[in-house]
């Protein structure tokens, strides 16, 4: 069994070299792909908060994803067409500036989250899983039909938004925003699993009843885990629609949703990195076999089905053994 | 007023046409244990959730301090001092022993919301959570997953978790259940000196246990409380052993 802060060390260690030698041997390309994976990775933090410990198996985390990347995507449309926001009691130029748009992609997907929450959480097992479908299907017809904002076409954003003092237009500084956001978003999850709450959240997904009876609501701490999630992955969709540079009701799909599990699955549930490793396996595996054949999500169905039957911790259950020791 | 920190007032809950709770008024006084006996499947379980907060009565009132509780959670009667334990245990099996009395100190100091700093770092929660389990003698345990524990320290552990709330009740369905004659002793030891802290009502099956321990015995059988009294006028009671104790009367 190899340790796990080892391990988690190797994997940032690793996740900050690709890039970088990338950028040494001049190949724009791999530092893209760490950017991508980067970003699933941040996506996947805020969902395995939910999922991993307070056991919401949220299948439409991509509603989230989606809110922030149409928050980048309507200031920054707003901003580079030169037309003003009417916002009804104001009128805003929209903004290319990255901390404003990540502050409105996190209030955006935190309040979405809350309602949603509220909703979803007097249900449990299967139907929370299908209600929250149902509310990120919400939004992606929503996206569709929202002519205003491209509709189905989606809106392109000419030119990277800004952050005070880099250029992000160049790849290995866009890579380090990223990479930045993502170990902040680690940093937090790991102070919140060691906190009152964290230990609250985890009894809560556990034994419920025994919450209960000393006192605490359950339903309530999960709620409050599930807008933290829910933020995270709204800055994650920020994020991706900036390295895109284009938004599309796409980022609303069922498909997201279901690989931001696929990949907690992959790394393990309710394990620090557990996302960031599966968010790289599943970015190499979509690169490489995904160049070989276009069936590559068989390759990745295979695996995750060898990971679920013989792995039940995810990779690093595999490797360092079962979660929940202090 | 009365000076009953739990009472149930008329209790009925029926599951389809079986009567599981049939009209049951009981209390629990300051200092004393007072056992609930009954054979299988008599309503001894259901009478606990419905003080507890698990199940809501079709009739009749609990209450706690002389407040009517009856509405509230089963976290709002905790807050407001009821230790309970479980006949299957309740454990958060992936923690260790010392986490899962943490979520019990927390859960009495109130104050869960916080987000940052570590529990473990709580010296205040700490003390309290380990005092328990000093109390109930796993202190050595502390930092062992508990799904790595026997089932008799798992019942310790229950206790435990009760303790570190520090209740102006205690409400224990079948604490000794699976202990053998080692643990049943030592446990009957441990709660003889415990009510001098706060009151038990307790359910047990161990009948050695129950006449050891209680100052008062309630019988329940088929939802109905049939007697209440003294362990003398328990054991002599004639329909109780008829109906229970299972000899001809
Ligand atoms: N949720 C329930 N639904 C239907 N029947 C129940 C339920 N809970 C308990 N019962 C029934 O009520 C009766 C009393 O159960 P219980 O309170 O567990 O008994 P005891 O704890 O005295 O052994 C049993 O016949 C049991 O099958
Ligand atoms: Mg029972």
């Known amino acids: 069994m190899i340790r796990e802060s080892y391990l988690n060390a190797a994997l940032l260690a690793g996740l900050l070299a690709v890039p970088l030698y990338a950028l040494v041997v001049d190949e724009p390309f791999t530092i893209t792909l760490a950017t991508r994976a980067a970003i699933l990775a941040l996506a996947a933090v805020g969902l395995n908060i939910a999922l ?4 919401l198996v949220s299948f439409g985390h991509a509603a ?80 569709i039909s929202w002519a ?32 930045v956001a993502l170990l902040l978003a680690l940093w937090l999850n790991a102070r919140l699993v060691a906190s009152p709450f964290g230990l609250a959240l985890n009894a809560a997904r556990q034994v419920p009843v025994r919450v209960q009876t000393v006192g605490l609501d359950p339903t309530r701490l999960k709620l409050v885990a599930f807008v933290m999630s829910g933020a995270i992955t709204g800055l994650a969709g920020a994020l991706f629609a900036d390295l895109n540079r284009f938004v599309s009701p796409s980022m609303f799909s069922w498909h997201l949703s279901g690989e931001l599990i696929v990949l907690i699955i992959l790394g393990g549930v309710g394990r620090l990195m557990g996302p960031v490793l599966g968010a790289v396996m599943f970015v190499a595996l979509e690169h490489w076999l995904g160049g070989l054949t276009t069936h590559w999500h068989i390759a990745l169905g295979a695996i995750l089905l060898g990971v679920v039957l013989f792995a039940r911790g995810g990779l690093i259950g595999l490797l360092c053994g079962p979660r929940g020791q202090t | 007023m009365t000076d009953n920190i739990i009472e149930t007032r008329g209790i009925t809950k029926s599951f389809g046409s079986l009567k599981a709770s049939d009209d049951i008024s009981i209390d629990l006084r300051a200092g004393e244990i007072h056992a609930i006996i009954g054979p299988n499947g008599a309503g001894k379980s259901t009478l606990i959730h419905q003080i507890c907060g698990g199940l809501a009565p079709d009739a009749g009132q609990v209450l706690l301090g002389g407040q009517d509780v009856t509405a509230l959670t089963t976290a709002a009667r905790a807050r407001k001092g009821l230790g309970r334990t479980f ?51 796993l202190m050595d345990q502390r930092h062992i997953r508990t799904s790595a524990l026997s089932h008799g320290q798992r019942r310790q552990l ?15 369905d079948e604490p000794m259940a699976g202990l053998g004659a080692e643990g049943s002793k030592n446990l009957t030891g441990f709660l003889d000196g415990l009510r001098a802290q706060a009151p038990i009502l307790l359910v047990e099956h161990d009948m050695d246990a129950v006449f050891a321990l209680a100052d008062r015995i309630s019988v329940l059988v088929y939802g109905r409380i ?12 004639a329909d109780v052993r008829e109906a229970y104790l299972g000899e001809e009367a």
Not at chain 1, 52 to 55: D, N
Not at chain 1, 152 to 179: A, K, M, S
Not at chain 2, 226 to 237: L, Y
Request: one cysteine or more.
């Open chain 1, 52 to 55: 991993g410990w307070g056991g």
């Open chain 1, 64 to 143: 989230f994803f989606g809110i922030g990347g149409y928050s980048m995507g309507i200031l920054a449309f707003h901003a580079q067409n030169f037309v003003p926001l009417d916002l009804g009691i104001m009128v805003f130029d929209g903004t290319k500036s990255m901390p404003i748009i990540w502050l409105v992609a996190v209030l955006a997907s935190a309040l979405a989250a809350l309602l949603i929450g509220l909703l979803s959480l007097r249900t449990s097992g299967v139907y929370f899983i299908m209600i929250t479908l149902a509310f990120a299907q919400m939004f992606y017809y929503f996206a």
């Open chain 1, 148 to 179: 205003r904002y491209g509709g189905e076409d989606g809106i392109p954003i000419y030119v990277r938004n800004d952050f005070p003092g880099l250029n992000t237009l160049v790849p290995i500084q866009f890579f380090g925003i990223c990479f």
């Open chain 2, 87 to 137: 006949q299957i245990s309740a454990l958060a099996m992936e923690d260790s022993v010392l986490e899962n009395v943490l979520l019990g100190a927390m859960g009495a100091s109130g104050r869960p919301w916080r987000f940052w700093q570590a529990i473990m770092g709580d010296r205040s929660l700490r003390e309290r959570a380990e005092a328990a389990l000093e109390r109930v003698g």
């Open chain 2, 158 to 172: 229950e206790v435990a978790v009760a303790l570190t709330l520090d209740p102006r009740a205690f409400v224990m």
């Open chain 2, 226 to 237: 049939i007697a209440t009294g003294s362990v003398d006028e328990i054991r002599t009671n």
